[in-house]
């Protein structure tokens, strides 16, 4: 698997590019604006391009970039999701500029929405920012910690939304802390075989194109976003070590979002580059 970290870009992206390196990263995840803000700002080409260059020769690919939390495609407020399809449409041209292969979103909450009328709006909203997707450029959809009305908690749903809209660059980006915390219990072997079985049924491996690798300290089925450093949550080393094995993953791409400073990363980033090498 390809092995990545989000990284800050407040410095810039050359700094960015060659911290990645620096810690052994192949693949990283940014974000293109602030994310906590429904405000976005002109689009820098040169820049982008750049930045493009910049990885192409440390070697670092794929990028992705992970759209700001406030995104609700579900969302029954006009001001809302409207600026949500802003952002996710602002990342979509940032990714195609900037030669991003993935552009991550969370889907929002179905709030007091009857679910079925909820599912569709979102259906809605992803048929109409893929209109504007380009060529090379994947929208890949994460799964969340099944809390309350939130949408994508199962990998069934997920799949459904897959294969409804049929698209092409349509995908799935599974994250192992919300995984656990939605019930998935993937702390062993046959946990994580369980689990690869029940996404190769509903969504289908070719769809999952990328995982968010993160600990927890979240009970199973705990329904909470709480991500730890790896090995030293819930899921383990050993929950690790079984999805490095899976041959049906080895092309796909893990990105790190552990929480801490710069050391923490470090530390993060070789321990799942010592279980990936002992896999």
Not at 51 to 76: K, W
Not at 82 to 103: Q, T
Not at 206 to 218: A, E, L, P, S, Y
Request: aromatic fraction near 8%; hydrophobic fraction near 40%.
């Amino acid at each position: 698997m390809r092995i990545g970290l989000h990284v800050r870009i407040g410095g810039g992206y050359a700094a960015a590019v060659a911290r990645a390196k620096a810690i052994g990263c192949d693949a990283m995840q940014v974000f293109s604006s602030n994310p906590r803000s429904y405000r976005t700002t002109a689009i820098n080409v040169p820049a982008l391009e750049a930045f493009a260059a910049m990885r192409r020769e440390a070697g670092i690919d794929p990028c992705v970039t992970h759209t700001p939390y406030l995104i609700n495609l579900a969302s029954q407020v006009p001001n809302i999701y409207e600026g949500s399809m802003r952002l996710l449409e602002n990342d979509l041209a940032v990714a195609a500029h900037g030669g991003i292969r993935y552009v991550n979103t969370h889907l929002g909450s179905y709030g007091k929405r009857d679910r079925k009328e909820g599912f569709d709006a979102i259906c809605r909203a992803l048929e109409s920012a893929l209109a504007t997707i380009q060529p090379g450029v994947y929208l890949v959809m994460e799964n969340s910690a099944g809390a309350g009305s939130l949408a994508g908690g199962t990998l069934e749903e997920l799949g459904r939304f897959v294969d409804t809209l049929a698209h092409p660059q349509l995908g799935v980006c599974l994250d192992t802390a919300h995984a656990w915390a939605a019930g998935y219990q993937i702390d062993t072997t046959a946990g994580v075989d369980r689990f690869l079985y029940e996404a190769a049924e509903c969504i289908g491996f070719d769809r999952i194109h990328m995982f968010h690798f993160n600990d927890t300290q979240v009970p199973l089925g705990g329904n909470r976003d709480r991500h730890w450093h790896i090995g030293e949550g819930n899921i383990g080393i050993e929950g690790f070590r079984a999805l490095l094995l899976r041959p049906e993953l080895r092309e796909k791409t893990a990105i790190l979002e552990t929480p801490g400073d710069d050391a923490d990363d470090e530390r993060n980033v070789r321990t799942i580059l010592t279980i990936a090498r002992g896999a």
